[in-house]
Each structure stands twice: as structure tokens, then as C-alpha cells.
């Protein structure tokens, strides 16, 4: 069986899977030289298959990561495209009209300037919604077949969480035995966190698909606040982080600390905010720069564990596994 992997989203990358083992896998910034390249990984894609000396016609399945993306996402390629400014822009010129003034504001209207038509290789009859909303699966998967030259029936699209939990589990040590597998990010196919139990078999039972764990965009908006790129520079705020002093951080762990709350398995707010940019911004001003990092880093850190060990507890189980973005 051989299986070609790929992710089309941000971070796009390829890998070419033989009877169960990984024999190739890349990513698509490699070749661009665009940090976080979004998009179809053509040159991933055919490097996997060189160095695998497979070609197309004997591929069996074709795996693509993530169900449901929007179109606008591929014609303005946020992730690998957008300064620091942009980041700001988005928020101040599409999030806090749309959020706070009810405005009905189109993304690829406020980034017009972004859209390079060379990026959209996808077929727009195929598109069932408006740029700004999902509807890209068919497009997708037309543009893989015709590319590839695979029948339609080889594409399979899989659950952007269920594939954060089944790489997490398929490259641990705990393959083999019960196992509790936890994700977490910022969003991906209608949630930001999961919670999975795996018995005998490499299959996964689903226990918690969940939307309320914001932690991942917390986390990246704390990034941006800071002055630092969102879903790049977090590792950044997380090594800032321990040079605060503690007798100064109590206002901007408290800010953090009174949202986002532990609701045994699931999540659920003490105060919850509008948005997770406003809200911290006015919030925190005045704050210095590394006791926003702790606070945020020390709160990601004490929800993470009472939620794990509230799933340890729940099923048992004690081998855990923790893939995602925020991971």
C-alpha cells in the first residue's frame, strides 16, 4: 500500500507513506524559501516521490489533510505572505469592524493588494461559497486528480484534529497500548481541541471535539501584542517568558487567568471575551513585555495539565500523547 500524504493549508508539506512506513517527507518552504508556504506543495510533492522512486500511477490513496478551508486562504497566502503589519492590519481593518461594529466586511476586500492570481490554481466552478467561506474540498480534489493524473476515488480528505491525533499516536511509543491522545490549536475543521482514546488497534475513538479552547489563539495574539509574528514567533514569547520577575506579573496573569477556565474534559469561560486580540490589548497596555509572556505561557501551561489529568482520570488511562499547534 502506498499512500501519498498531503497538506495543502499553511505549513504545507508532502510525504509518501510504503506498507506502513515513511519513506519520504518534506516541506514545501524547502523549495520556495517562504517561511510557513501555504498552499499545493507541488515541488514536496515531487521530490517524495523521486526519492521514493514511486511514481503516480502506483499510488493506491492519496491523503489530504484538513476538510474544510477557504478559498480566500489560498488566493492571499496569510501564513507565509503577511508581515507583522498585516497581522495588525487584519485585526484592525477586518476583525474589529466585523467584531465589535457589526459590519459585513469581505477578507479578500481588505487585502486586495495580496491577491496574486498565480496563487489560486484551483477550478471556481467547483467553489460552493463565497471567497471568505469554506467551500474549496472539490476544487481541491479536481486539482490533485488532474495533477497527479489519480482518479478522484483515490483522494480521501481527513479531519484536520483527527490527523493532528493519529500522527501524534503513529510516531509514539505507546502505539501499541491504550492510549489518550489530546490536540490542540487554533482552529481546523470546526474545533481547536480534541481528545481521543486509542485500545488494541490503530483506531480512534473520538471523546471531545471541541470549538471553546482558545488557548491556541490566546497564545498567538499574545505573539502579536508583543510585536512578534502569529503562528512563527510563539516559541519566542514562550522563551521570554522566565525572564520576568514573578513579584510583577500578578495584573497580566490575572487578565489571562479570569477567561479561559477547565470544565472537566471540556472548556468553558469565567469572563468571556469578545474577541482574543481587543480584549487582551486594552486589557494589558501599560504591561511590561516579559510579564505578558509569563502570564500567558504560565496560564497555557496550568490549563493543559488540569486538562489532561482530568482526562486521565475520566478514562484511566495513563499513556498520553499531545500533538497540534499548540503542542
Request: hydrophobic share 35%; aromatic share 14%.
Amino acid at each position: 500500500m502506498i499512500i501519498l500524504g498531503i497538506n495543502d493549508g499553511h505549513q504545507a508539506s508532502a510525504a509518501i507513506m510504503k506498507n506502513g512506513e515513511v519513506i519520504a517527507a518534506l516541506a514545501e518552504e524547502r523549495f520556495s524559501r517562504r517561511k510557513n508556504e501555504h498552499g499545493y506543495p507541488e515541488n514536496a510533492i515531487n521530490e517524495c516521490m523521486n526519492l521514493s522512486n514511486i511514481s503516480s500511477n502506483e499510488i493506491d490513496k492519496i491523503a489530504i489533510a484538513t476538510k474544510h478551508l477557504p478559498p480566500s486562504y489560498f488566493m492571499i497566502r496569510r501564513d507565509s505572505d503577511f508581515s507583522i503589519e498585516d497581522f495588525w492590519k487584519e485585526q484592525t481593518d477586518y476583525w474589529y469592524p466585523k467584531i465589535y461594529q457589526n459590519k459585513n466586511i469581505n477578507y479578500t476586500d481588505v487585502f486586495k493588494d495580496k491577491i496574486k492570481k498565480e496563487n489560486f490554481v484551483y477550478d471556481k466552478k467547483f467553489i460552493k461559497h463565497d471567497l471568505d467561506t469554506f467551500g474549496m474540498q472539490d476544487a481541491r480534489k479536481d486539482y490533485v486528480s488532474k495533477k497527479l493524473a489519480v482518479p478522484t476515488d483515490k483522494i480521501i480528505f481527513h479531519d484536520h484534529h483527527a490527523s493532528h491525533a493519529y500522527y501524534g499516536l503513529l510516531v509514539s511509543e505507546y502505539a501499541h497500548e491504550d492510549t489518550l491522545i489530546f490536540t490542540a490549536d487554533g482552529f481546523g475543521d470546526g474545533a481547536n481541541a480534541s481528545i481521543w482514546i486509542k485500545k488494541n488497534k490503530l483506531l480512534l475513538k473520538n471523546i471531545l471535539y471541541t470549538s471553546q479552547c482558545h488557548i491556541g489563539r490566546m497564545y498567538r495574539y499574545a505573539t502579536l501584542l508583543l510585536g512578534m509574528k502569529p503562528a512563527e514567533h510563539e516559541f519566542k514569547v514562550m522563551g521570554l517568558a522566565p525572564y520576568a520577575d514573578k513579584k510583577y506579573t500578578k495584573k497580566a496573569y490575572k487578565v489571562y487567568a479570569e477567561t479561559l477556565q477547565v470544565s472537566g474534559i471540556d472548556f468553558k469561560y469565567k469572563i468571556q471575551p469578545k474577541d482574543n486580540f481587543f480584549y487582551f490589548k486594552n486589557k494589558l497596555e501599560g504591561e511590561r513585555f516579559d510579564n505578558i509572556a509569563y502570564a500567558i505561557q504560565i496560564r497555557t501551561e496550568e490549563l493543559l495539565v488540569e486538562w489532561i489529568r482530568n482526562g486521565i482520570k475520566e478514562t484511566g488511562i495513563k499513556n498520553v500523547i499531545f500533538s497540534g499547534g499548540v503542542a
